[in-house]
């Protein structure tokens, strides 16, 4: 079982970025891959992106390409999600991921970070 | 408008049996993609409770189950307890979309 750990919660101008990070401890980037899904106020979960840290491969939400960057440290067994030109639509907690393996899509999510709380505000 | 369709909120009393339903297409449910549910208490982050292969992580009791018929899938929960009540998504891949895709979320009320 990995535990993730997210990084504190963030409140960004639009139009800005933010980047938020995602420490795994136990067992290690090795054999696994990690996606970050949002969920925005009372709404449903939105998947992002992911990526497998060993090979650095990453697959994007269509609806987000361009804006997203999803990447992951190995040394560090860090991964992190940075989301430029942001709207106010973009507030949400946004949560990292973790599967079992190097499916990024097809897999289920077994492990969840606490989420981190982006507010995109004026 | 989610991909895959969940009912709002469905209820139960306690001891009894409910089903909430995943409706999807033929590019994802029906193209054989596998489904997995979440649960989700207030406040707090998704975890998993059953996968495609209907594997269950340790501490997710055998009360919760899932099953398929054509482009839907099924979480049956039994023996409905208070602690059931949550928030509960199911999950798939999209080849049309390329992406994951998750339902919209049916709220399961213990009467």
């Known amino acids: 079982q990995v535990q993730l750990v997210q990084s504190e919660a963030e409140v960004k101008e639009p139009g800005s970025s933010v980047k938020v990070s995602c420490k795994a401890s136990?067992?290690?980037?090795?054999?696994?891959?990690v996606s970050w899904v949002r969920q925005a106020p009372g709404q449903g979960l939105e998947w992002v992106g992911g990526?497998?840290?060993?090979?650095?491969?990453?697959n994007y939400a269509q609806k987000f390409q361009g804006r997203v960057t999803i990447s992951a440290d190995e040394s560090t067994n860090t991964a992190y999600m940075e989301l430029s030109s942001l709207r106010s639509d973009d507030t949400a907690i946004y949560y990292c991921?973790?599967?079992?393996?190097?499916?990024?899509?097809?897999?289920?999510?077994?492990?969840w970070g606490q989420g981190t709380l982006v507010t995109a505000s004026s | 408008q989610s991909v895959l369709t969940q009912p709002p909120s469905v209820s139960g009393a306690p001891g009894q049996r409910v089903v909430i339903s995943c409706s999807g297409s033929f590019s994802n449910i029906g193209a054989g993609y596998d489904v997995h549910w979440y649960q989700q208490l207030p406040g707090a982050a998704p975890k998993f409770v059953i996968d495609?292969?209907?594997n269950r992580p340790s501490g997710v009791p055998d009360r919760f189950s899932a099953s398929k018929s054509g482009t839907s899938v099924f979480l049956a929960i039994t023996g409905l307890q208070a602690e059931d009540e949550a928030e509960y998504f199911c999950q798939s891949f999209d080849s049309s979309l390329s992406a994951v895709v998750f339902g919209g979320g049916t709220r399961l009320t213990v009467l």
């Open positions: 136990g067992d290690t980037f090795s054999s696994y891959s």
């Open positions: 991921a973790g599967a079992a393996g190097y499916d990024i899509l097809t897999g289920h999510y077994r492990d």
């Open positions: 990526v497998i840290p060993v090979f650095g491969t990453t």
């Open positions: 495609g292969k209907v």
